[in-house]
């Protein structure tokens, strides 16, 4: 975490050396809160898993069907399943240690960035961190020093660039559906029929008939667990 980001944190808590009004502290808490799942779900898998599941909801032709609050609430549970080991070095290393007094809250801030940071760094894409690097101005970073605020953007741009490769795979057997549903009906001059209405069923009963909840979860989940 930047010095930044903890000197914020000891001013909010009131360990820092400046001291500010209860009123002041309240408004820089609600604040915080505000921004702090947006961070926190950048900084996860949750972005990637969200993409595809919306645009195969979309590929498969349904607009509201599985609503959104079912794509997100399976997206967070995909998300806690596949984080679930970086989760449990936070807590070890971090947490624990805190809630013990066996480590100061700086201390357990500083022991939480390592296994949140190798993560992001392992799925990030060189030519996404190359890009934020050089926007940075910084020189000496290494492969091995890369700052949070550095690699947090590269990090989420490099899920959204995965999530759109994974989406267009999905989504390219249902075009063909489409595309042959639609010229089947033309040669039968069928033309006043909507092609969707006939590929609908057929590409819902394709996708029921190979098991596609558990092939597109199971793949979103290998790509991060399988190295």
Not at 59 to 64: D, E, M, S, Y
Not at 71 to 84: K, P, Q
Not at 171 to 186: E, G, K, R, S, T
Request: charged share 10%.
């Amino acid at each position: 975490m930047s010095p930044a980001m903890i000197d914020l944190v000891q001013s909010v808590a009131g360990k820092g050396s400046d001291s500010y009004s209860l009123n002041v502290q309240t408004l820089i808490v609600i604040t915080s809160l505000a921004f702090l799942p947006s961070v926190l779900l950048l900084m996860t898998c949750f972005t990637r898993i969200i993409v595809v599941l919306s645009v195969l909801r979309q590929a498969l032709g349904l607009q509201t069907t599985p609503p959104n609050m079912i794509l997100v609430a399976l997206s967070l549970i995909l998300t806690v399943f596949i984080m679930r080991g970086v989760l449990q070095k936070e807590q070890d290393v971090a947490l624990t240690p805190y809630l013990n007094g066996a480590i100061t809250f700086n201390q357990a801030l500083a022991a939480a960035e390592p296994p949140i940071q190798a993560f992001m760094a392992g799925q990030t894409r060189k030519d996404a961190l190359h890009l934020y690097v050089d926007l940075s101005g910084e020189t000496d970073i290494s492969s091995t020093n890369i700052p949070m605020w550095i690699l947090v953007p590269a990090f989420a741009t490099s899920e959204l660039e995965t999530g759109f490769q994974i989406s267009f795979l999905i989504y390219l057997p249902f075009v063909l559906v489409d595309l042959a549903v639609a010229a089947i009906l033309m040669a039968l001059g069928m033309i006043m029929v909507s092609p969707n209405l006939v590929s609908l069923p057929l590409k819902l009963l394709m996708f029921v008939s190979i098991h596609g909840w558990v092939l597109v979860l199971g793949t979103l989940a290998n790509s991060y667990l399988v190295k």
